[in-house]
Every structure is written in structure tokens, then in C-alpha cells.
T-cell receptor
């Protein structure tokens, strides 16, 4: 089976712009979770989507949003980018029925200038 | 509140054994995961504990004590390629949520 894929792998934006990141889960996985990883804060949970519905949400401002499509692919959007949004954005997929392992994609490294 | 603590850095010698500890305080508990992350790469799954005790998988073992809020990852016969960050993550109780709470990670350096 193919692993979790994320596009793009690298992105450079300027403050105030918006960005959309994409994640394709492992075939058969219906849950996609998004995380932000920074040197100072580590890995922090953004949100989780399951069957096209947001099932859980972390403590991030409303500028961070996401969605999931019927084929389980997910996108996350960050509007009005700030310098502090520079980070590695990771998505993880799992079957979605509870307790099982999450498998991570390679991440999108976002740099905001 | 939610709190997961791991040592920031550890150093060990090739061929030796190293134990990486993780303590947690969360509002609920539905399992603990260990991930390995090499610099610039994605975290990869190592182990999952939901019941007390030791889980062994080759050179890697993970232990859990739910009453003490404590876990450790044991790496035996260390190899240079084991130099990486090791992340402890807790899944809180509550439905089928995919939310994992991560510690800051332990950077392990293996020296020859």
C-alpha cells in the first residue's frame, strides 16, 4: 500500500497571504489528523476529519481550517499568514474507528517571510 | 491539564542499551504511542501500549504503567541509525478521536 502523501513538500509565502496544503491518506483510511510541528512547541494537534466531518479540534485560531473530501483526501487552509505560522505541517491517517495507529506523511514545510 | 514530559536529550554508545522515559498527566487515557523521527523526516510508528506491561518488538521494547502515568522506550544493541528524536504521545479517552498529545521529544545521539 502507498503511504500518506502530502503536497506540496515545501512552500514559501509572505505575511498576509493564504495557503492550502493537501494530504492523501493510506487507502482505506478514513481519518485524517493534522499537526503543526515547530522547534519550540513540538507537535501540536490542529484538527481531525473523519467521513468528511471535523471530529476534533485543537487550540488554534480560526485562521486554520480544513476539510475532507468523499475520497478521504484532506486539505488544510491557513489564511492571513503570520511569521509564527512557519512550521512543518504533518498529516496522519488512520482507519478511524478508535485506538489504532496513526501513520504520518512526509509533511509540508511552510516558511512565512 | 495535559502534560507529557520527556528528557530533552540523551547520548549513548553504539551497541549499548538506552531507556527513554515519558511521564504523562492527561484528563483521560486511551493508549500511549512511541514514534521515531529522523531529522527532516516524518515520525514513524514504533509501539503502542494500552495495557500495563512490556511490549517487545525486536530491538525496541515499550513499557507502560497507567497507575503511575509512566512509560519508557527501551532500545537495545544501539546502532548509529538510531540517532533520532523519540516522541511519546498519549491518546485521550473519549470516543474515536484521532487526537494525539505529544511530548516535546527526546533527541538521542548514538556515538561510536
Amino acid at each position: 500500500k502507498a503511504g500518506v502523501t502530502q503536497t506540496p513538500r515545501y512552500l514559501i509565502k509572505t505575511r498576509g497571504q493564504q495557503v492550502t496544503l493537501s494530504c492523501s491518506p493510506i487507502s482505506g483510511h478514513r481519518s485524517v489528523s493534522w499537526y503543526q510541528q515547530t522547534p519550540g512547541q513540538g507537535l501540536q494537534f490542529l484538527f481531525e476529519y473523519f467521513s468528511e466531518t471535523q471530529r476534533n479540534k485543537g487550540n488554534f485560531p480560526g485562521r486554520f481550517s480544513g476539510r475532507q473530501f468523499s475520497n478521504s483526501r484532506s486539505e488544510m487552509n491557513v489564511s492571513t499568514l503570520e511569521l509564527g505560522d512557519s512550521a512543518l505541517y504533518l498529516c496522519a491517517s488512520s482507519i478511524g474507528t478508535g485506538g489504532e495507529t496513526q501513520y504520518f506523511g512526509p509533511g509540508t514545510r511552510l516558511l512565512v517571510l | 491539564g495535559q502534560n507529557i514530559d520527556q528528557p530533552t536529550e540523551m547520548t549513548a554508545t553504539e551497541g549499548a542499551i538506552v531507556q527513554i522515559n515519558c511521564t504523562y498527566q492527561t484528563s483521560g487515557f486511551n493508549g500511549l504511542f512511541w514514534y521515531q523521527q529522523h531529522a527532516g523526516e516524518a515520525p514513524t510508528f514504533l509501539s503502542y501500549n494500552v495495557l500495563d506491561g512490556l511490549e517487545e518488538k525486536g530491538r525496541f521494547s515499550s513499557f507502560l504503567s497507567r497507575s503511575k502515568g509512566y512509560s519508557y522506550l527501551l532500545l537495545k544493541e544501539l546502532q548509529m541509525k538510531d540517532s533520532a528524536s523519540y516522541l511519546c504521545a498519549v491518546k485521550e479517552k473519549g470516543g474515536n478521536t484521532g487526537k494525539l498529545i505529544f511530548g516535546q521529544g527526546t533527541t538521542l545521539q548514538v556515538k561510536p
